[in-house]
T-cell receptor, first 111, second 112 residues
Framework: DSGVTQTPKHLITATGQRVTLRCSPR?????VYWYQQSLDQGLQFLIQ???????AKGNILERFSAQQFPDLHSELNLSSLELGDSALYFC??????????FGEGSWLTVV | SQQGEEDPQALSIQEGENATMNCSYK?????LQWYRQNSGRGLVHLIL?????REKHSGRLRVTLDTSKKSSSLLITASRAADTASYFC????????????FGGGTRLMVKP
């Protein structure tokens, strides 16, 4: 158990819909990272938050957004979903230069 | 583009044999981390090696880092069927905002 908790574990939704993925980082970790894993793109960094503020941005689509709340949990919002958004979405937490721990992921299937 | 590239993409060995996976990357790094992923599951952290370290051990795992060649290797000794998984290297590049960049992974199959 990495200590990073993600919900839901599985989600099936229709194209055009919006979903929210939730993440609770390890106790004491201020940084939260979101990654997308798909068959064709591999593991792609989406976005990082540190203590409530956006720290780094990767290949995140404009239809996607994230935030980190004062209690340090984070949410990844995916809107106007397309079939190609089907993937495993990971949240991770950790500190700069230190081990990054990943959650079990949220499986998103868009039909 | 991916920072790290693993080699080989797939590896099949017998239980008891050693498995070696290699990772190459492109830019200067702060550290390099190896992860294991069982099919469709989460990423399990195996080991972190810093840019000023050359070798690190953890149980049956041995990781080396050659910053001059921008490469790392993961050796699993005395492999077990339970080691069957995908293995990824991830680099924490300097001036990259603390994000990890992953390679494509090596799929390891250990036959009993």
């Amino acid at each position: 158990d990495s200590g990073v908790t993600q919900t839901p574990k599985h989600l099936i939704t229709a194209t055009g819909q919006r979903v929210t993925l939730r993440c609770s980082p390890r106790s004491g970790d201020l940084s939260v990272y979101w990654y997308q894993q798909s068959l064709d793109q591999g593991l792609q960094f989406l976005i990082q938050y540190y203590n409530g503020e956006e720290r780094a941005k990767g290949n995140i689509l404009e239809r996607f957004s994230a935030q980190q709340f004062p209690d340090l949990h984070s949410e990844l919002n995916l809107s106007s979903l397309e079939l190609g958004d089907s993937a495993l979405y990971f949240c991770a937490s950790g500190g700069s230069g230190n081990t990054i721990y990943f959650g079990e992921g949220s499986w998103l299937t868009v039909v | 583009s991916q920072q790290g590239e693993e080699d080989p993409q797939a590896l099949s060995i017998q239980e008891g044999e050693n498995a070696t996976m290699n990772c190459s990357y492109k830019t200067s790094i702060n550290n390099l981390q190896w992860y294991r992923q069982n099919s469709g599951r989460g990423l399990v952290h195996l080991i972190l090696i810093r840019s000023n370290e050359r070798e690190k051990h953890s149980g049956r795992l041995r990781v080396t880092l050659d910053t001059s060649k921008k490469s790392s290797s993961l050796l699993i000794t005395a492999s077990r069927a339970a080691d069957t998984a995908s293995y990824f290297c991830a680099t924490d590049a300097r001036n990259a905002g603390n994000m990890l960049t992953f390679g494509g992974g090596t799929r390891l199959m250990v036959k009993p």
